[in-house]
């Protein structure tokens, strides 16, 4: 049996977290699971709070007297946050492109 939830079962879900060392976490499944529904709410979370760094920092960076220990601060807290949002676009990406394969 081909397609439909059978192949992206078998083809795993990117997770929002790493395992050991960095590596990427795979979830196999239908997509309805506990871990799922966590995954979910996780990547909305760093979404929203990518969101709110990009605030803050568009109001740090207004400021005229930042301090470099901020500024290395901002961009640390920015590039996580970066990493993490790139890796929900591909996990969700992924998922896209399986559900258009004929």
């Keep these: 049996m081909t397609?439909?939830?059978r192949d992206h079962a078998v083809a795993g879900r990117?997770?929002?977290?790493?395992g050991a060392g960095g590596r990427p976490c795979y979830l196999v499944g239908?997509?309805?699971g506990y871990?799922?529904?966590?995954?979910?709410?996780?990547e909305d979370v760093q979404i929203d709070m990518a969101d709110r760094l990009l605030g803050h920092a568009?109001?740090?960076?207004?400021?005229r007297?930042?301090?470099?220990?901020?500024?290395?601060?901002l961009a640390r807290r920015l590039s996580e946050s970066l990493r993490d949002v790139i890796r929900v676009?591909?996990?969700?990406?992924?998922?896209?492109g399986r559900s258009h394969r004929p």
């Design 58 to 63: 568009v109001g740090l960076l207004a400021e």
């Design 30 to 32: 239908d997509g309805t």
């Design 35 to 42: 871990v799922s529904r966590l995954a979910d709410e996780i």
């Design 14 to 18: 990117l997770l929002p977290w790493a």
């Design 3 to 5: 397609g439909g939830a």
């Design 89 to 96: 676009a591909e996990s969700r990406g992924e998922r896209l």
């Design 65 to 73: 007297r930042v301090t470099s220990a901020e500024l290395h601060y």
